[in-house]
């Protein structure tokens, strides 16, 4: 059972909880971080969904809701090693970007993290719920994938990510 904290639409703690699936209402938020990995050769580890996610068998990042107690920086560090088995070195995260996210299927405040990482491809070791396969893909591989509906790409802030 995951409980997120409630967030005002100014990014401010409101005192409430909720466990996750219970809907929220119009000025309720909660903290989402995605989490973009990119090696020395310029490459970017990602994961492929379990049938049983939404949008199943696609290519995405590491990335969820942060929970009672975390951080955004604890949220991403927490997430990658649920997802993937990995423990990502703290000095090697940066905060890419940041905004609110209003429609009407999701509001939440949306921490975008890239951590410049070498990743030993044979260390992953796949959540078995959430994660089916991984792999290291160039920028343009990416946008590849994105085009063909292989990958999620309901990504906003790509070239924020691409220009670091």
Avoid at 79 to 108: A, Q, W, Y
Avoid at 136 to 146: D, F, G, N, Q, V
Wanted: aromatic share 10%; with cysteine; net charge negative.
């Amino acid at each position: 059972m995951e409980i997120w904290e409630i967030l005002d639409r100014n990014r401010q703690k409101t005192g409430k909880t909720i466990e996750r699936g219970t809907p929220m209402n119009s000025e309720e938020y909660h903290l989402v971080v995605d989490i973009w990995i990119k090696n020395v050769n310029g490459d970017y580890l990602i994961t492929k969904r379990t049938p049983n996610k939404t949008y199943p068998n696609m290519w995405t990042i590491c990335g969820g809701s942060a929970v009672l107690g975390d951080d955004s920086f604890e949220a991403a560090l927490r997430e990658v090693k649920e997802e993937i088995g990995v423990s990502l070195s703290r000095s090697n995260g940066k905060l890419v970007k940041s905004f609110r996210r209003d429609t009407s299927e999701i509001r939440c405040f949306k921490d975008i993290w890239l951590f410049n990482e070498n990743v030993n491809i044979q260390d992953v070791v796949h959540q078995e719920d959430e994660v089916s396969d991984s792999m290291w893909a160039s920028e343009i591989k990416i946008r590849e994938m994105i085009d063909t509906g292989e990958f999620i790409g309901v990504l906003s802030y790509l070239d924020d990510i691409f220009k670091y």
